[in-house]
């Protein structure tokens, strides 16, 4: 018979048999590290599978509209660029749905999943936008049309612009792209609801922003209009369109690449702003690092509601087309979204901030693995003295927090789209061993250590202070405290 007490037997036999004595001195259980098991790379995939990935998606291509170096003046374009790029083929992915024929696509849900998603972007744009009043170096580099400068004379070339006043003094001539998918989509029947709430989206965000993105949304503040047209270029953009597989005949074809375009070039975001956190680390701009930081949790946040967008997916057309591209894991440890580079690297790129800790706080690493980082993260906390280190090194634990969030989410979509054994390979998704490479990256121990010890040792003598009116907080002496 099965031993239902094996458990309790298994605890009581740890526990000793005589209760430890109450001391008041600080003592914290710190857990063992999770146990990983071996395997090679938990972010690691075969060249031939990502050489695939990036020809079904024409990353080369879209790289090039990325890298262009078109204005060198603005030191905002590596970041605002794709993230415009991604927010111009999401109005086209909300035209396919809306257009889609299919008598059974849930087009209610999947209309509000694109307008949020919309609107979760606009609000990264700006924050983007934002950045450039605190940069001295960005000020003013922004390639923008000027609407006060005509004196509320069209040209020829802006057809689309229109004249009004603000305050019936004020002439401003408001321009909106012309090659944008947007100002259309609010002229369709169809989706004239969609994008009219679109448009007061980007009014309402980019506010505090210098300026404005210019597709057509009110501009009640009179604000310069980026000139988007020119930096997005929406007509280079929507010629990659079509994937190198349009012959197969499969609805989800156009939804499948779509949303993997719009992934792709959040991804080229999220690693440009990567490089420039590390960057103003160095620079010891830490305000400003930190709010980068907390940009790029948005962007991972981002990428984990872009990926839940293949929960709309029709499950047959989904499977059929997965057969159609012949799209299979190659071996058992290997997960589907490792394919895609740019996100291995941004991978990379978030968990080795963990390397900037010590330059934050001031000090070297011991080489003999004493707890010197842990002592400066304490010292920190408690001084309060240096705010914007405090929000660095919190930020930096957000992106880790995003991050995991991200995988452990991709893994349940993984599995509910596919199935628990078509998602594949026994351990890279269906398993629930930890050694699977999906589970290794959510589950591994912090990439902050010290910051982790110094928040608990701080909590056990908060938690001691509070339970012993006699011992007094000196941050003077912290470290007697503490140790």
């Known amino acids: 018979m099965v031993d239902l007490d094996w458990k309790a037997k298994m605890v009581s036999s740890n ?18 590290p999770f146990r990983i098991l071996n395997v090679s790379s938990p972010i690691s995939t075969s060249p031939s ?3 695939a990935y990036d020809y079904y998606l024409r990353l080369p291509e879209l790289r090039k509209l990325w890298e262009a170096k078109e204005f060198p003046a603005w030191p905002n374009v590596g970041v605002l660029k794709p993230a415009l790029h991604a927010l111009e083929i999401t109005f086209r992915f909300i035209s396919i749905v809306l257009s889609d024929p299919r008598p059974y696509l849930n087009r209610r849900e999947w209309t509000r999943r694109l307008q949020s998603l919309t609107t979760s972007q606009i609000e990264v744009i700006a ?4 950045d450039e009043n ?3 170096t960005a000020v003013g580099t922004a390639p923008i049309v000027d609407l006060t400068s005509s004196s509320g004379v069209l040209t020829r070339e802006s057809s689309s612009a229109e004249v009004w006043k603000i305050n019936g003094e004020t002439t401003v001539v408001n321009r909106t792209s012309e090659a944008s998918l947007l100002p259309r989509l609010a002229t369709w029947q169809k989706s004239q609801d969609v994008a009219q709430k679109i448009l007061y989206s980007i009014e309402c965000e980019m506010r505090r922003c210098p300026y404005t993105l210019g597709l057509g949304e009110p501009n009640l503040s009179g604000k ?16 990659l369109k079509s994937n190198p597989y349009d012959h197969i005949d499969n609805p989800e074809n156009a939804t499948l690449y779509t949303t993997h375009q719009i992934l792709e070039s959040w991804i080229q975001t999220g690693k440009q702003l990567l490089k420039r956190i590390a960057s103003r680390i160095d620079a010891g701009s830490f305000e400003a690092a930190a709010g980068d930081c907390y940009l790029m949790e948005n962007i991972w946040k981002l990428l984990e509601e872009i990926e839940d967008l293949h929960l709309l997916m029709d499950p047959d057309d989904f499977l059929h087309l997965k057969s159609q591209l012949q799209i299979k894991s190659v071996n058992e440890t290997e997960a589907f ?19 900037k800790v010590p330059f934050i706080l001031g000090v070297e690493v011991d080489p003999k693995g004493g707890p010197r980082i842990q002592q400066a993260a304490m010292r920190l906390y408690t001084e309060k003295a240096e705010g914007n280190k405090v929000s660095l090194v919190q930020a930096l634990q957000a992106i880790e927090a995003a991050l995991k969030r991200f995988f452990f989410g991709y893994k349940q979509v993984l599995m509910i789209v596919m199935g628990s054994l078509e998602a594949k390979a026994n351990r890279a998704v269906a398993s629930s061993e930890p050694g699977d490479s999906l589970s290794q990256i959510f589950l591994e121990p912090t990439y902050f250590p010290s910051l982790d010890a110094a ?3 701080l909590g056990e003598f908060w938690s001691l202070d509070q339970g012993d009116g006699s011992v007094k907080r000196d941050y003077r002496n912290e470290k007697k405290v503490f140790f």
């Open 15 to 32: 526990i000793p048999s005589k209760s430890p004595k109450l001391s008041n001195k600080l003592q914290v259980s710190i857990p063992a």
């Open 49 to 51: 599978a990502s050489k």
């Open 127 to 130: 924050m983007l936008c934002e």
């Open 134 to 136: 605190d940069d001295k």
């Open 224 to 239: 310069p209009n980026l000139d988007y047209d020119t930096v997005c270029k929406p007509n280079e953009l929507h010629a």
């Open 337 to 355: 979204c490792f394919r895609s580079k740019g996100l291995v690297e941004i991978t990379k790129l978030s968990k080795e901030l963990k390397h």
């Open 455 to 457: 928040k608990t040792f």
